[in-house]
């Protein structure tokens, strides 16, 4: 069975305890934090395993190579600590499973993944996506299971994953611009953690996007828009890709309106709180987000994350803040009439 | 025979009477399993009169009268068991009254609930009525005669119990008014605070009389509407779960579903929770009302609010649902039925473990929906199986699951609903024998020829 690469001594020599610091959901300061991740790293109690929210931040407040979230996850699942509600847990293993449904595109050696996300078929039309379509594919068989780390279960993953990464492999690409962030993670993060060896490229599509911006400047007309972005929980496993956010933005002559909650302090869409711990912290985290956005003065909400976007799309709206994907968006840059429908 | 069809075309005009065997063939049977039997003839009246003129030529010549609406029951009710004439309601569809102030609607017997439900979302936009999820086809008097439930049903009872008034026409002829439309033309109570008549009527299947005319309560319609799904992933836990829920007294309607396929919901039981508001502060209110109500669950992690993507929320809150639609055509054939026993909602774990059970034992696929019937006062809960109508083994073992779910559901303390000739036999082998006895004065004294629908609560003996 596949281990998380963890070392203890990182912990012991950290010299902020960032990953616990800053955490949103719990409090705690550079010494408490550090003893707290080493006690759970040795397998004691910890208010931690009890308090984690699962919002995947520490992830990428860690600046020392470990993967803390991932540590978390282990030693809840080994003390049998359950994050979410069972039937929830199980409704999600039984999405995932594969079925032999997945469908195709015409694969050549670069594709794009719209992993188990039927949304994203919809959304990635026109000139940006001349370059790779129709080579796609989409389905069970090539869906990430990254989502079981909210539930504290390792044991899907470590079973499906490396499945996954063979079921690619098969179809002979060499690169793979992956969709969502939850996908591309599964292939730079979770899957190196856990010592797994992915076979390909894996790309994220907003570095896919700028470069097919950069390549069509002449074709774009700045939108002179004024947005708020909704970054998700699992950018946090690809903190990397966050950095084209406004590189894109600047290209396409959209202002990136300041907030206090953007970049490290974004604030998740609440709908894994909803599921796990009911209304007061889903309300809470999404009016905080919600009322900062409206502050920011944005007109448009980005949305990366099609998760979020269901979460959020109507509160935002009755906020007067047009919900928008990047991808609309971009595909906006160019000229192009996205169906807002998808 | 010839000389009937002419009696009867000199009542309701030739075009709408029939003897020939086209008719005779699509009245003898409904969507259901029971067996057909085919009418002697066919007629779709216009009129009180008409009717009426039915009814007392009928008397004469002994000859049984089926009432029919859009044949919708799916256990045979209209399946002219002993033939006769099938009378066909669909020509007296007309919306005769709406007020909007006492909030009460008028229809004639052979009103669609789709006619009205749109006749209402065109001319009265803040008012609504309890729409069933069976097809809009369906006519408001049959459901109520069947003692149907829809959207309204866990705040305001059955849909029966918001009839307003009734126009019906006796088994001899004579025309009755029930409720305050017997004193004026007022049709804003069934009975009360005069004795309620309309139990006579109600639930008889025709047995007693035709409906005319039907009064029906209309309750405000707020101007948004939204929908959650708390599962669980035991049955044990749902009938707390909903008595949790119902005393938030938030919810416009509470279903319950569980099946194996698609994935999604296999291994879960999904309690489905609709609330409406006049605005966004409304409906968020009663949102955390619902959700606060079932925190111990969460806590617990016995149940948790899933994730509804907008697809399926566009579905769930289609009035009526078209899902049975799609679940009739998994096993492909397009058959589908189910028994819906009217239980106590404690007895939900025990009902739904016995339909796993019968699905194993006759193989066959099924799915679980429940209805909250008022504040979890009770609860209707569909044994349902899709079948092929090709496969004739597959039929079989259908309705041998069928009739063991509704002995079951009896045998804990159920009633059936819209019951088949073979369960209404049932249960009145079961009933108290003074309660059978009156129902048997009734029925003799206001049919002593025992021409309507007969075959319907006849009490042996």
């Known amino acids: 069975m596949f281990k998380l690469k963890f070392d203890e001594n990182h912990c012991l020599t950290c010299p902020d305890g960032a990953c616990l610091v800053k955490c949103q959901y719990m409090d705690f300061d550079r010494n408490s934090a550090r003893e707290e991740l080493v006690k759970v790293f040795r397998g004691e109690d910890s208010p931690v395993l009890q308090n984690c929210v699962t919002c995947y931040s520490c992830e990428e407040y860690c600046r020392q190579g470990n993967h803390p979230f991932y540590l978390i996850n282990e030693r809840r699942e080994d003390k049998g600590i359950l994050t979410a509600p069972r039937a929830i847990t199980k409704q999600w293993i039984h999405i995932g499973e594969p079925k032999g449904k997945y469908q195709l595109g015409e694969i050549g050696k670069i594709a794009l993944s719209f992993g188990f996300m039927p949304q994203l078929k919809d959304i990635a039309k026109g000139k940006l996506f001349e370059d790779v379509l129709p080579s796609w594919f989409f389905g069970q068989e090539f869906f990430c299971n990254v989502v079981y780390i909210h539930f504290a279960n390792t044991k899907v993953f470590k079973e499906r994953l490396p499945v996954v990464i063979e079921n690619i492999r098969k179809l002979g690409v060499e690169e793979v611009i992956f969709l969502h962030d939850e996908c591309y993670a599964a292939f730079t993060s979770l899957a190196p953690a856990y010592g797994m060896e992915v076979p390909f490229k894996a790309v994220h599509y907003f570095e896919y996007l700028y470069n097919r911006l950069t390549a069509l400047k002449d074709q774009i007309r700045p939108l002179n828009m004024k947005v708020a972005y909704q970054r998700p929980c699992s950018n946090r496993l690809c903190g990397n890709s966050h950095l084209y956010v406004p590189k894109i933005m600047d290209l396409i002559g959209v202002t990136l309106m300041p907030r206090t909650y953007q970049d490290e302090n974004a604030l998740c869409c609440g709908s894994i709180f909803r599921a796990m711990y009911g209304y007061d912290l889903m309300k809470d985290v999404q009016t905080r987000n919600l009322d900062d956005m409206q502050q920011s003065g944005a007109e448009f909400c980005i949305f990366n994350c099609h998760g979020c976007m269901n979460a959020l799309s109507a509160l935002v709206a009755s906020r007067g803040i047009k919900p928008l994907h990047m991808i609309d968006l971009c595909r906006m840059a160019i000229g192009e009439k996205p169906d807002m429908e998808s | ?461």
């Open chain 2, 1 to 461: 025979m010839e000389n009937i069809t002419q009696a009867l075309a000199e009542i309701v005009g030739k075009t709408y009477v029939s003897g020939q065997a086209e008719e005779r063939w699509f009245y003898g049977r409904d969507s259901g399993l029971m067996p057909a039997h085919q009418p002697d003839y066919v007629v779709l009246p216009r009129t009180v009169e008409e009717i009426q003129a039915i009814v007392r030529f009928a008397g004469r010549e002994n000859i049984p009268v089926v009432p029919m609406g859009a044949g919708m029951s799916l256990s045979g009710l209209v399946i002219p068991q002993k033939g006769g004439i099938v009378v066909d309601m669909k020509r007296m569809d007309r919306i005769l009254k709406v007020n909007e102030t006492a909030r009460y609607a008028v229809v004639e017997g052979g009103t669609s609930t789709g006619a009205l439900h749109a006749h209402l979302n065109r001319h009265y936009p803040r008012l609504r009525f309890s729409i069933p999820d069976s097809p809009a086809t369906t006519t408001i008097a049959a459901n109520v005669m069947i003692h149907g439930q829809g959207r309204l049903t866990q705040q305001y009872g059955f849909n029966s119990d918001m009839v307003s008034g009734l126009e019906v026409i006796l088994p001899s002829g004579e025309l009755c008014r029930i409720g305050s439309c017997a004193l004026s033309d007022d049709w804003f109570s069934k009975g009360p605070p005069l004795p309620d008549l309309s139990g006579l009527f109600l639930g008889w299947f025709g047995a007693t009389g035709i409906l005319t005319k039907v009064g029906l309560k209309l309750y405000p319609r707020k101007k948004m509407r939204d929908v959650e799904i708390f599962i669980t992933d035991s049955p044990d836990f749902v009938p707390g779960i909903l008595y949790e829920i119902t005393h938030t007294e938030m919810a416009e309607d509470i279903n319950i579903f569980a099946q194996p396929l698609p994935l999604i919901f296999k291994d879960n039981h999904h309690i489905v929770v609709y609330f409406t508001g006049e605005d966004l502060e409304e409906l968020d209110f009663k949102k955390k009302k619902i959700f606060h109500a079932l925190d111990g669950f969460i806590r617990n992690k016995d149940g948790g609010f899933m994730t509804i993507g907008e697809g399926m929320r566009k579905t769930l809150l289609d009035m009526p649902q078209r899902s049975a639609t799609t679940f009739a055509d998994v096993t492909r054939g397009g058959g589908f039925e189910y028994s819906g026993p009217i239980i106590p909602i404690d007895r939900y774990p025990q009902c739904s473990r016995k339909l796993d059970e019968l699905a194993v034992k006759y193989d066959l696929k099924y799915h679980a929906t429940a209805r909250v019937i008022g504040r979890g006062h009770a609860m209707m809960f569909a044994f349902s199986f899709t079948f092929n109508r090709a496969d004739a083994d597959m039929l079989e073992r259908t309705r041998k699951a069928l009739h063991e779910a509704s002995e079951y559901a009896l045998s804990v303390g159920g009633l059936f609903w819209k019951p088949t000739l073979d369960e209404q036999r049932i249960a009145l082998a079961k009933m108290d024998p003074q309660t059978a006895k009156l129902m048997k004065m009734i029925k003799e004294n206001l049919d002593p020829q025992g021409i309507m629908n007969p075959g319907n609560w006849e009490v042996p003996g």
